[in-house]
């Protein structure tokens, strides 16, 4: 069955620091990778998406993500991340199996000490 | 704001009971999912409605089901609730089937006493 993998569940960093979330999936085809983010208080929001082209994906306030297909992952970085990151990263996974289906991770909650 | 919207906010029901959640998408979408998140873990997929018609299902039991509008809202209907049901329902809409991009409610926070 079709599954995302998020590494960490939580993340404490201080401002500055570097930032590497690890999301691993487990299907064979084709299929189109998601980083959505929930800051305090809000909904969930796309941060970024991977559908073809460069696996260098940039998004949102300073936030890549790299597809590497024969690791079946999609890793979520940031050089230098700030105490406004403080939010849970959920991992997706979009294929068409049966269906439309969009699978989410588990979520990491960063915590960024200012 | 994301344009979707969900209510009720909050509701209490007991074991064995039936509940309807309501959604509506965001102007111009035709596609709504449904997720349910329990505490502490991500969305788990319930399933999807493409111009009211179901188009990809979750692992979940028949007595949950769906209905989608002409207008494109949606409702989510839980049959003989379970106390597992408990938890905060999503809806989310996205401008066709592919899910490019997925509008999230607010959610329905379900529990089951």
């Known amino acids: 069955a079709q599954s995302v993998s998020q590494h960490n569940h939580h993340v404490i960093l201080s401002e500055a620091a570097s930032l590497e979330l690890g999301c691993n999936y487990s299907?064979?085809?084709?299929?189109?990778l998601f980083w959505y983010v929930q800051y305090p208080g809000q909904h969930l929001q796309l941060l970024l998406k991977?559908?073809?082209?460069?696996?260098l994906v940039k998004g949102i306030k300073g936030f890549e993500a790299e597809f590497i297909k024969s690791k079946f992952s999609f890793n979520l970085r940031k050089p230098s991340v700030q105490w406004s990151d403080t939010a849970e990263y959920f991992c997706?996974?979009?294929?068409?199996?049966?269906?439309?289906?969009?699978?989410f991770g588990a979520g990491t909650r960063l915590f960024v000490k200012a | 704001e994301t344009g979707v919207t969900q209510s009720p906010t909050h509701l209490i029901k007991t074991r064995g009971q039936q509940v309807t959640l309501r959604c509506s998408s965001q102007?111009?979408?035709?596609?709504v999912s449904w997720y349910q998140q329990a505490l502490g873990q991500g969305p788990q997929f319930i399933f999807q409605?493409?111009?009211?018609?179901?188009?990809g299902r979750g692992n979940f039991p028949p007595r949950f089901s769906g209905l989608q509008f002409p207008n494109y809202s949606s409702e989510l209907n839980v049959n003989a609730l379970e106390l597992d049901d408990s938890a905060l329902y999503l809806c989310?809409?996205?401008?066709?089937?592919?899910?490019?991009?997925?509008?999230f409610g607010s959610g329905t926070q379900l529990s089951v006493l």
């Open positions: 997706a996974v979009n294929a068409r199996i049966g269906g439309f289906k969009t699978i």
């Open positions: 989310a809409s996205s401008f066709d089937r592919s899910n490019e991009k997925l509008f």
């Open positions: 991977y559908f073809s082209g460069d696996p």
């Open positions: 299907y064979g085809g084709t299929v189109n």
């Open positions: 409605y493409y111009r009211e018609e179901e188009n």
């Open positions: 102007s111009g979408h035709n596609t």
